[in-house]
């Protein structure tokens, strides 16, 4: 009978990134029967995340590599910005096609629905570790099919707990001076949609390379980011006219209106 695979699925973020901590600790506590066994780390490259999340995978291979666990990234069928422009797609309520996916994000989330179904399929038969908080009732109860295990949730793992932890052993996800999490409120891929106006404009704020980066996708689709009237553009003109931006104190970053 073959062997059971035991796969933690990682988005480097803070929630996967504290579940692959705690199974390491497991693993290294629990040699002679591991209640939390680990053969392979996963991660979906999108190729648009923040260079952080690119740091924080890097500082952490090593030590798979150290204690011969598989470290794999899976990618998208595409690449991101074919799929995002280029890629025909058949309309649903007229005859013919048109061009690309747009944006990702609301009830067109292409990229996340492609990133569940490869690794899905690349886990197929093995036991996956997804690193759902134990305060996401809603993602936890739309994420139980056979395989998944959610130790999260099992410990008790708030997203509070998640990101405490991560800074208590060092991974504080640091670009342009700024803690990420200071500024958004879940580091996802730079260019989501589901992004909410106050990280948006932290965004603009304190990340401008992605700000301009955002400027660059919109110029390519006619489909405003945020909806009718909401476009990068539109959205630049709104936090300009707001005013004293520069004047916010850091240490309230993340509570930014």
Same mark, same amino acid.
């Given at each position: 009978?073959?062997?059971?695979?035991?796969?933690?699925?990682?988005?480097?973020?803070?929630?996967?990134?504290?579940?692959?901590?705690?199974? @390491? #600790?497991?693993?290294?506590? $629990? #040699? $002679?029967?591991? #209640?939390?066994?680990? =053969?392979?780390?996963?991660?979906?490259?999108?190729?648009? $995340?923040?260079?952080?999340?690119? /740091?924080?995978?890097?500082?952490?291979?090593?030590m798979l590599?150290?204690?011969?666990?598989?470290?794999? &990234?899976? %990618?998208?069928?595409? &690449?991101?910005?074919?799929?995002?422009?280029? /890629?025909?797609? /058949?309309? #649903?309520?007229?005859?013919g096609v048109h061009f690309g996916y747009s944006w990702c994000g609301g009830r067109c989330r292409w990229g996340t629905s492609m990133k569940l179904r490869i690794i899905k399929n690349y886990c197929k038969g093995a036991i996956q570790y997804v690193g759902i908080a134990a305060d996401e009732e809603q993602r936890f109860l739309k994420s139980q099919y056979e395989g998944k295990t959610l130790p999260l949730v099992q410990w008790g793992m708030t997203e509070k707990d998640c990101l405490e932890l991560c800074y208590h052993n060092g991974y504080q996800w640091i670009e342009s001076g700024i803690r990420l999490y200071d500024v958004l409120d879940r580091v996802s891929c730079w260019c989501c949609a589901n992004k909410n106006l106050k990280e948006l404009r932290n965004i603009r704020m304190y990340l401008p390379k992605y700000w301009d980066q955002l400027k660059v996708l919109q110029s390519k689709t006619d489909r405003p980011m945020k909806g009718d009237g909401k476009s990068?553009? =539109? @959205? $630049? =003109?709104?936090?300009? %006219?707001?005013?004293?931006e520069k004047n916010a104190d850091r240490k309230d970053l993340g509570n930014a209106q």
């Open positions: 009978m073959e062997n059971k695979r035991y796969i933690a699925s990682v988005s480097w973020g803070k929630d996967s990134l504290a579940m692959l901590l705690l199974l @390491l #600790r497991e693993r290294e506590r $629990e #040699r $002679e029967k591991q #209640r939390y066994p680990l =053969d392979e780390v996963v991660f979906f490259d999108t190729g648009m $995340e923040f260079d952080a999340i690119y /740091k924080t995978r890097d500082q952490i291979v090593p590599v150290e204690q011969g666990i598989k470290y794999t &990234e899976l %990618k998208p069928d595409c &690449e991101f910005e074919y799929l995002m422009f280029e /890629k025909p797609v /058949k309309n #649903r309520n007229k005859p990068v553009f =539109d @959205l $630049e =003109d709104r936090f300009s %006219k707001e005013g004293g």
